[in-house]
Every structure is written in C-alpha cells, then in structure tokens.
DNA sequence: CTGAAAGCGCTTACAG
DNA sequence: CTGAAAGCGCTTACAG
C-alpha cells in the first residue's frame, strides 16, 4: 500500500495562527478584503513557513469541481507520442490549461483497452478529450462510452457523433489539405497518384484521401488515383509497402505520403534506389511539421495548425465549463499550401 | 464558474440496491468474499445501470492516497513537445503508470514560471517527476521547490542533488555516448571537432560534451574540440550558428550535434552547399530516434533509451509509492553506438 | 471582522 | 453476511 503522508492542513494552520479555518480558508483563497492586514499577514507567514500546500482531492469534493481535464489518446502503437500531430496538438492543449490552473491528465490506449482506462472508469476530471483513431465502429463504441462519463467532450480531429450533445469537435480542413496537394500535382502534369495510407485508421487521412478524390473525379478520366496501405507509419513498413507496389505496377508519378513521415519515407526510399525527386517520381507529404525541414528535396506538403488546435480546443473548453454549455459545436481551422521542390 | 453536476455516489447505488454503503463499497472494490453473491449480483447490476463511477478525489481524501502522479517537463520552448527525448521519456513513462492504474498529471513550465505551477501549489499526486533544463543554479532551485512538496522525486537526465534523500535519478549513459561517438570520428580520422549545443542548458548536453572532452585529452594534442552555442535546436538556428563559425573559422572536420536534430541540421546545411557528407565535412548526432532515418547519408549518432528510461523510472517510483523508500538512487541505462555514412 | 458547523463521497474499524 | 458511524480536508451559508 501506498504510505500515508502528514501534510500541513488548513486546521493546522489556523491553530498555528490563532484564526478559525474559515479565515485561513479565505486567506488561501485570496478573499483579502474579509479581515486585517494584520491577520492576513500572520496567517500568510504561518502557511509559507508550514509550507501549506492545499489538498486538492478535499476542494474538489467539496465544490464537485476538479479543475482538472483528462486527454485520451488512441492510438494502437505504445509510441503513441511519436507523432508529431499528437504531440503538437498535446502541447498547446496542455500550455493553455496549465497557464489557467488546470491540469491535464494524459493517457494513451489501445482500441482493446478502452474500458480499462482510468479516466473512464473513475470520476476525476472535469472534462474529457480525445484524439482517436480506429474503424467508424470502434470511434462510435469510444464516444459511447465517452458519452456514459456525463462530461463535457472534446474530440479533436474526427466530426462529433449526433448522440453527443454536450461535444465540441475540432479539427484542421483535411479535406480542403486533400484537394490543396492533389491540384498542385495534377496542375504540375501527374497523371498517376498514389496516396500512401497506414493500416490503422485516422479520420483526417480520411478526409485527406477524400479531397483528393473530389480533385481526381473533376479532373476527367485521365487521371488515375489508388491507396496503398502500408502498415504501421515508420519508415521501414512504408518502403516496403512502396517496393512491394511498384515491382508490380511500376512507378507512378507521384506518391503522396498520408502524413510528412509517409511522404518523408517515400521521399528516402526514391533517393536510395537513385530514382531523382521529383523528375523520376514526386513526392508529397500533409502537415508541414518541423522535422521536414530535415529533407531534401524540400517536401512539398500542407501545414498543420495542430499546436493552434490544441490552444483553441482547450481555450472553448474552459469556456463550457464556466458557461455550462459549448458556444459552438465546431471549429475547423485552415490549413495552408506549403510548396517545396519534391513535386 | 464551474457547473455542478449531480453524479452517482455509493449511498445512491446502496439505496437502490438496498445495502448499506459498506456493502457497496466493497462491491466497487471488489471484495467480494464479504458478501453473498446475491448480493453481489444485485449490486453490480445496479452500479451498470447508473453508470458508477467512484470519486476519486472522495477516495483519495479518505485514503490520502492520490494514484496519480505528476510530471514536469522544464523548456522554455513552448512546444516542449517537439523534443523527442521529452516525448519518448513521457510515453514510456505514461504507458507504465497507466497499466498500472494511476493517473499522469502533464505539466511544461518555463524557468520563469516553476511558482506558478499548480503541480507544485496544490496537493494532488503521491510522486513528482521532472525532465529539467537549465543551468545549474536554475535547477538547483527547482529541486529546492520539489523538496518543500515533501513528495519522492524521480529525475530524469540529471543527477540526485544530495539534499533530496527521497529522490531518484534515471538516464542514460550520455557521458559514455560522447566518449563513444568521439573515439569513431577521431578514429576515421577527424582532428577538429565542433560540437553543436543549444543555448538552453540541457544537463545531458554537458554530459555529451564531457565524454568527447575526455576522449580529446587523451587523444593529444593535434585532436582540437570546441564547442558552438547555436540558440534554439531548430534548423534554422543551427545552420545560422553554423554558417557564422564557418565564416570565421572555415570548415572543421566533423560537426556534431548535441543531438540528432542540430546533427541533422549540420547535414542538410553541408548538402544546401553542395559539400560532400563525409568526404567534405562529417557529421554526427546523439540518440537515434525514428526520424534520423529520414535523412541520407545516415546520420552516425548514439542511440537513447529514452522510452525504457520512462518506462523503467515509472516501475521504479510505483515501488517506491508501495514500499516507502527507494531501493537504489540512481539508475543509468546503457546507450549504444550506431554507425551510419555520414562521418 | 471572525468563527462554529454542516457536508461533499468515500473507506474502514467495529459491532452485531 | 451486513450496517451505522467516524473522519479525511476543504468551502460556505449563517450567526455573531
């Protein structure tokens, strides 16, 4: 068993000051202007020399307020932290949350796990988010039971289910990301797209695969557009995927990664076999996040707002929690070309 | 302010189930020898039906046990997240307390704002756990606020200061990753070595830069080592740092980067001016994480056990929450040379 | 300006 | 096998 701990508690320090808990309470709590400069004084000396430190668990019980706010990821491989869209997402997610005194619970699960998960098990937070991954059934079996917590939700990157009334769903335009790179390569003269895709499910690289297709379908019969799937999104599971592709249907013009890294493993895959990008193949990747700057030929990709989103999301929820209802149910923020010289 | 929301609690579960709250207490917690199965039955069909879920903030005030932890992550850089070390430490990390039923409190601070940090404020995790940067003196103070919290510590990537007894350290073996990588580029003859390192002061950096020290001593004196603070570790910073030594200095014959990121950096720097890697100037980088298989030629870089390091620190501290005190005070996992093309 | 007291939702020692 | 009751550390409506 976990050891018990004696911490200074507010009944201490009232004893310690000579005030009842009532005034030490409202000293920790900032309500000044309900007694002496004397008595704030001394008790303000007493907490910083007992070094009080209040006990969360007690304020949180008492005010059915946790001030706290629980992100979920899904994501079937244990680095789920590897992607960059996640961890930047993550980041302004949790700076927002923290600069407004909340906290940010963090767990990543598998698909299997789902009902294993703390925070879905236990009342603890405020408030849940999810970014998720998975087959539409696996995401509509996710939001149910996201939807037994009784919390307000956050979904980032997939659309919000009509059973969930009390969601807020954010997500960058993958769509238009999808249409953006399809018009550049059809317009520099491919003819023949490949969109690499990973075995597991993500609904932006739906969308992306969406907007694609939309661009293909308008741009006659001349222009054919195929998804291969590749696996997991490292390096190594994506050029074998390609090899395996081209011994049996050739080069084709471009390959389009789903995401930077896909697009990235192409990109290296083409330049180990002294293909020259993009004259013998073009590349492409989604999302524009820092590590492509470590290629050349620069990719050519779409830029991600993903720290944005995770600020934004973050700043909507907060503003539920104090209004008692979301404002909107949606937020979709752009996504802008990024040209590089791999296309 | 926050809404309340009128969740189910035990008393309305023993109500309805008509037992006392002992009795559905210990349905929740699975003492199930205590009672009849009928019982039993009853109960757990009625905590489905409502949807129970415990307050973990009740239970962790009666318990004063919190099954949860906090992390600090200590960059200036608000994507603190963009730094896979960080990412990888935190996934293992995550993943082992989340098997393991405890909740993780994410927390990035600047220097500037540790008082600000409500994981530092408030009483609500039984550990606390830091990825620190800084100088010296900066972490020295940081360590002083963890103490007053009067909770186990685990550090990652630095060492135990002596005044934390209740303290543990976790990294790598970066001091022997610098001797490594230096005896492989001396040995292929380099003579001058510049080592790449970020203006923010990251412990595992001085460590890198140690060891290759160490090695230089001994290799004599026509072995020349300096040191380039670049600013930030983004490309951008790097190669400016990088062009101005050139400038002055002309070519060295290896860059190394104070990690893969600066390595890399060095790379598409040596390549946007035609120079050869490695026959022109070498490069290195530190740690080997998955995006190092982007480039070409393939970086020469040491690799880290960042995730077994999370992972590992995580098991460490969970025994500790359950035996009272450390059994080791410092745990230093081996790292490994992993030679590419590029020096 | 200050304080006594109730109660948030749990767990557990104890009594039956 | 089951339950009544105390108490964890807070906040706040209320009384003085």
Chains 1, 2 share one sequence.
């Not at 992100?71 to 932290?81: A, E, G, H, T, Y």
């Not at 969308?207 to 998804?227: C, K, M, N, W, Y």
């Not at 696996?231 to 471009?254: C, F, K, M, N």
Request: with cysteine.
């Amino acid at each position: 068993m976990v050891a018990k701990r004696a911490r200074t508690t507010l009944s201490q320090i009232a004893t310690a000051a000579n005030v009842s808990v009532t005034t030490a309470s409202n000293v920790a709590n900032g309500r000044l202007e309900l007694m002496s400069a004397a008595t704030r004084e001394r008790v303000e000396t007493i907490m910083r020399d007992l070094n009080y430190r209040p006990n969360e668990g007690a304020r949180s019980l008492r005010l059915s307020q946790r001030r706290s706010i629980g992100l979920i990821i899904v994501d079937d491989s244990p680095r789920f932290l590897a992607d960059p869209m996640n961890t930047n997402i993550l980041a302004g997610f949790s700076n927002y949350l923290s600069v407004n005194g909340f906290a940010l619970l963090l767990c990543g699960i598998h698909h299997a796990t789902i009902d294993d998960a703390h925070l879905l098990r236990r009342d603890q937070t405020d408030a849940l988010c999810v970014i998720p991954s998975g087959s539409a059934t696996e995401r509509r079996r996710l939001y149910r039971r996201l939807k037994e917590t009784e919390q307000p939700i956050l979904i980032f990157q997939d659309d919000r289910p009509s059973f969930l009334p009390d969601a807020l769903s954010v997500r960058q335009n993958d769509r238009l990301a999808g249409e953006r790179i399809a018009e550049r390569v059809i317009q520099r003269g491919a003819r023949h797209l490949v969109l690499l895709v990973p075995s597991q499910h993500w609904p932006a690289v739906t969308e992306r695969q969406l907007g694609i297709d939309h661009v293909v379908q308008a741009s006659g019969p001349d222009v054919r557009f195929e998804t291969v799937v590749c696996g997991s999104e490292s390096v190594a599971d994506t050029q074998t995927a390609i090899s395996r592709y081209v011994d049996r249907e050739g080069l084709p013009d471009v390959f389009m990664g789903g995401n930077d890294q896909m697009g990235i493993a192409a990109l290296t895959w083409a330049l180990d076999r002294h293909l020259s990008v993009p004259a013998d193949v073009r590349v492409t990747g989604f999302n524009g996040f820092e590590f492509t700057q470590y290629v050349r030929p620069r990719l050519t990709t779409v830029t991600s707002p993903a720290y944005e989103m995770g600020k934004q999301g973050a700043a909507l929820l907060l503003k539920r929690l104090a209004r008692g209802q979301f404002d909107e149910r949606q937020l979709v923020l752009d996504v802008e070309l990024q040209p590089g010289d791999s296309d």
